[in-house]
Structures are given as C-alpha cells and as structure tokens.
C-alpha cells in the first residue's frame, strides 16, 4: 500500500523541491508551505539581490499554501510564519508520517503539536550540532529544556554523525535518531558538468575569466556574509601566490561583503574574479570549470550543499572542520582536504599542496559520496524509516 506523507517547509526551497517531486513518484504526498517568499525576501536572507530561482520550485507535486497569520510575515524570525489551520489538516489526514524541515518557526510547533495530538509519527530534519559556541548559562537552560521535550516529540532524520551526538546530548534514544543525507539534484548537476566539459562550455568559461590551462581555480560559492570566511580565502590567496603563481579564486555569489572583498583584492592586485550570483541552471558550468571548492565557513554552517553539487560535478573541496559536512564528505587527500583552523597560512598551505595534486585524486571516493545523497538514495532510505514506524503503530 502507498504511503500517505505530509510535509511543512517555511517555503518552497531549492534543494528541497527536486527531492520532493521525486518522493511523490513513489509516495502519496501532500507539502505545506507557511510563507511565499519574495525576490526581495530572498535578498534580505543574504543572498545580496533580488531574484527567483531558475528552476521549478512547484512542479510535479501536490502542494498548498497555508494561511500565514503572522503580523511579520516571513522566515527569519520565530514568529514569521504562524499557520494554525496545519492542526486541523494534520488531524484530518491521517498521514502513515509527517516531516518537518526545522524545528525553530512557530509554524513547526503547531504542526508538532499536531502530531503529538493525533499520534501521527512526526519526523523532524534537523542539522543541528553543538559545536556553536554558547554562554554557560544558554547551555545549561538549553539542556535543561531540551532534554525535556526532544526525547518526547517525535523522530529525528540526521545527516550525519555530529547531529547525531547532539540528538544523543539532549537524551533522545537511538531509536528515534535516523539517518538521513543531505540530498541534492546529482542527475541534474553531474549531467550538467558533463555536458560542460564536453561541449567546451567550461573551458571557454575558464578562459573568459582569465584561467589557462595550466592554472589552478580554487571556487567560493556561497553568500558573502561573516560566517562563510570569505576574506579568509581573499588572505590565503595572498600568502599562496609566491609559491603558487598559478592560483586563481572565482568568487561566486553575493552579499554584504563583496565591496570589501572587491576592494581588497583590487588593492593587492589578486587573481580573482567574481562572478556575482549564479543562479541553479549556471552553477554546473561554474564547477566544471574549477579545480577545487573551498568553504571555509565556521560553526554556524551545520552542513554546507555547495559541496555536495561540487561532488555531482567531480570536485574536491577544501572544506573547514567546523562544516558540518566534513566529517562525511572530506578525506583527506581523497575527496578533498580539512582545514582545521581559521588561519590564512594553513589555508594557503592546503590550497598549495590541492594545486599540485587535485588533477590526480580518483573519481571513485567522490562519485560514492556523491550517490549517497541522490534522490533516489534519499528516498529509498525515508520511506524504509516511515514503514518501520507505520509498522510499530501497527
């Protein structure tokens, strides 16, 4: 029998869409959406411009929007999405399960509460850890509270395993911590990289932004705001270009920090191009034509999906150890390389030993990792989980 599932998102979101157009291939589904994001809401979330997505966001699944009540609408605030009307609906239906993607907008405590009411199997995604620094008091009536209610509430769909320590620190059990990748369109991004290299698309696009062949493009793509270390990479560029004068950084998106990041670069005469904000359809010609990733981003980047596409495309990364993907996705010398700490010189020395060696590293390790958060395996893996619970309930 084809399970019946729901599921609440603030809003319809760029990675999510595909998954669930998939997922309703193979599941009677029915999404909810608590807030219609604008082209200018998306500017003020950091992207640094107005724009729309160039890929379809609400094609291919059964959707609705939900009545936002809120007095602010919008999704970056706790009260900005507030959609009572989710309890009657979940009370109605009878999902086999419901998913929530967060915890932290009012809208997902109604819905949970919902659940809890009704006995519907909740399942919440979460890639939360606990490596973002907290005062001694905000730790303590955190655990306090949390210990409380998350062991109660529901499921738990984890990416990995510092959201699984997390889970276990507020004393949820095993049995309701599931494991869960991070998904993105692989098809779509490997096919695109592909297709790219072939047609010479991604080498007319090194050459139109000042690459030969010879040189080594380590690519940013991310917003330009603090927690994503953008000068980090603008100061290691400096120190690696003595002894490595065929490195080039592409920077590509935008934010509060471009200016500065422009001026500086400007200033110090540094190869580098900024390629400002690329949007879905672009982003696989943009990584066919680098030779490695870096995100250097510190805790408050609990996973990082740039990497994940660079991946579907064949692209290591030099992420930082304080992403919470690099313990999945980074081995070093394999699939790319760590940075353990914030320090220019220690990024410039990564940046130096990728350049020599980045051309060499095997397909395969990246290719798995790569499958490991398709569609298809996602999917795959969540219903296995819902029929596991269905049968529980049984």
Aim: proline residues 6%.
């Amino acid at each position: 029998m084809t399970l019946r599932l729901g599921a609440l998102l603030t809003h319809p979101i760029q990675y999510y869409s595909p998954w669930l157009r998939h997922l309703a291939g193979q599941a009677d589904l029915k999404v909810y959406y608590a807030h219609q994001q604008t082209a200018q809401g998306q500017a003020k979330a950091g992207f640094g411009q107005a724009f729309e997505w160039d890929v379809p966001l609400l094609d291919g699944y059964d959707w609705q929007w939900l009545d936002n009540i809120s007095k602010r609408p919008g999704i970056d605030h706790f009260a900005g999405c507030d959609t009572p009307e989710i309890d009657g609906i979940i009370a109605r239906e009878r999902f086999d399960g419901f998913m929530m993607m967060g915890w932290n907008r009012k809208s997902f405590l109604q819905a949970g509460w919902a659940c809890y009411r009704t006995g519907t199997p909740l399942l919440m995604r979460t890639d939360s850890n606990l490596t973002s620094p907290r005062s001694a008091l905000t730790l303590a009536v955190k655990r306090a509270a949390y210990s409380a209610i998350l062991p109660r509430v529901g499921h738990y769909l984890s990416p990995g395993s510092r959201t699984d320590a997390y889970l276990r620190h507020y004393a949820v059990s095993e049995d309701r911590i599931h494991r869960l990748p991070h998904m993105i369109d692989v098809e779509r991004f490997a096919a695109g990289a592909a297709k790219a290299r072939a047609n010479g698309d991604a080498a007319a696009f090194r050459a139109r932004h000042g690459a030969g062949e010879g040189d080594r493009v380590f690519l940013f793509v991310a917003k330009m705001i603090a927690k994503k270390r953008p000068m980090l990479l603008l100061e290691a560029l400096e120190r690696a270009r003595a002894a490595g004068p065929q490195i080039k950084v592409w920077f590509a998106g935008d934010g509060p920090l471009r200016a500065e990041l422009e001026t500086k670069a400007k200033a110090l005469d540094l190869p580098v191009a900024f390629l400002g904000f690329v949007n879905q359809s672009q982003l696989p010609t943009v990584y066919a034509a680098a030779d490695c990733q870096v995100l250097p981003s510190d805790t408050e980047e609990t996973w990082g999906l740039v990497v994940n596409e660079g991946f579907a495309c064949g692209l290591p990364a030099i992420v930082s150890t304080e992403a919470g993907c690099a313990p999945e996705l980074i081995q070093d010398g394999v699939t790319g390389w760590t940075m353990l700490q914030p320090d220019p010189d220690h990024l410039a020395q990564l940046m130096l030993t990728a350049s020599a060696k980045v051309r060499d590293l095997p397909r395969g390790p990246i290719d798995s990792h790569s499958q490991q958060g398709s569609y298809a395996f996602g999917t795959h893996r969540l219903l296995a989980i819902v029929e596991r619970l269905k049968a529980a309930r049984r």
